[in-house]
């Protein structure tokens, strides 16, 4: 059975530090795009991170240097490293998956987690 599986999430306060994870089992990571995306409660879901097959990563702007995604094809597992965290960065977040090149438009991928939620607060 195909699954991906979202953990690490919890309550932060501001300015701190996340790492989540993205488990996949029964079927190997190392041949697809992963992203993440995230869902704050009253917004509209965006994008967050991608990482194509070949390691290109990709970044929504209000995370770049604060965000770093990356995977280890030997554990199946994509990661979604989260700096200096930001009340506004509260959501569950949702890894997935998709062939090819890195999209912002969730509808192409095709795999979802069933999300962790993050929240940022003092």
């Known amino acids: 059975q195909v699954q991906l599986v979202e953990s690490g999430g919890g309550l932060v306060q501001p300015g701190g530090s996340l790492r989540l994870s993205c488990a996949a089992s029964?079927?190997?990571?190392?041949?697809?795009?992963i992203g993440w995306f995230r869902q704050a409660p009253g917004k509209e879901g965006e994008g967050v991170s991608c990482?194509?097959?070949?390691?290109?990563?990709y970044y929504a702007n209000s995370m770049k240097g604060r965000f770093t995604i990356s995977r280890d094809n030997a554990k199946n597992t994509v990661y979604l490293h989260m700096n200096s965290l930001e009340p506004e960065d509260t959501a569950v977040y949702y890894c997935?998956?998709?062939?090819?090149?890195?999209?912002?438009?969730?509808?192409?991928?095709?795999?979802w987690g069933q999300g962790t939620q993050v929240i940022v607060s003092s």
């Open positions: 997935a998956t998709k062939r090819g090149f890195c999209s912002s438009y969730s509808r192409s991928f095709t795999s």
């Open positions: 029964g079927f190997t990571l190392d041949s697809y795009t």
């Open positions: 990482i194509e097959n070949d390691y290109n990563t």
